[in-house]
């Protein structure tokens, strides 16, 4: 299958900074890429569809001034989590999708806000 | 509202046994179906998926699909305990369409 890496794999960053999450899909282009949430024991959340070289399209509930996602080439998006709380700790995971059908995960980043 | 509906578990089956795990969706025009495997802690992971009625078969696994009755199924034929995970179904209506998850069923192997 493709591969979709995620980088960082976890951090920890102190109440009120930002952190930025990189997703690179390594072997395929991918013009449309995918944001989850998922806290512990619960289900994924999409947060919002990033298509390359246009604006995401946010879930309702989603805050899209707080979750900025930029998808600036075929095979990088980037999700920036500004001025994190607490509540934002989360497991953040995104995907890419390949061929036009199949979707695939990158292993995730663990987010912890102090 | 399109719905992929699943049976939130615990599915306990001895090790050796086979796993049946089931899925149904309300959009009748989807086209595209997915099972993928989450381990605790892990992001899930595509195993399976399944385009025309009918069984499809990959190692252990194998997918159902059944687009009347608007249900897809997975086996696990020679369950082991390394197969006990999470699994979400997943349905694609179309190739612009998102994929919609099911809040998945988690499957417990007994040694």
């Known amino acids: 299958g493709a591969v979709v890496s995620q980088h960082p794999s976890w951090v920890i960053c102190k109440s009120g900074t930002s952190v930025k999450i990189e997703c690179r899909s390594l072997?395929?282009?991918?013009?449309?890429m995918f944001w989850y949430r998922q806290f512990p024991k619960q289900s994924l959340m999409l947060m919002a569809t990033s298509n390359e070289g246009s604006k995401a399209t946010y879930e309702q509930g989603v805050e899209k001034d707080k979750f900025l996602i930029n998808h600036a080439s075929l095979t990088l998006s980037t999700l920036t989590v500004t001025s994190a709380h607490p509540e934002d700790s989360s497991f953040y995971i995104c995907s890419a999708r390949w061929q036009d059908y199949e979707q695939y995960f990158g292993p995730g980043t663990r987010l912890t806000v102090t | 509202q399109k719905e992929v509906e699943q049976n939130s578990g615990p599915l306990s089956v001895p090790e050796g046994a086979i796993a049946s795990l089931n899925c149904t969706y309300s959009d009748r025009v989807s086209q595209s179906f997915f099972w993928y495997r989450q381990y605790s802690g892990k992001s899930p992971e595509l195993i399976m998926s399944i385009y025309s009625n009918g069984d499809k078969e990959d190692g252990r696994f194998t997918a159902q699909l059944n687009k009347a009755s608007q249900y897809v199924s997975l086996l696990i034929r020679d369950s082991q305990p390394s197969d006990s995970a999470t699994y979400l179904c997943a349905v694609n209506g179309g190739r612009d369409d998102k994929i919609i998850f099911g809040k998945g069923t988690r499957l417990h192997i007994l040694p």
């Open positions: 072997d395929f282009q991918a013009t449309t």
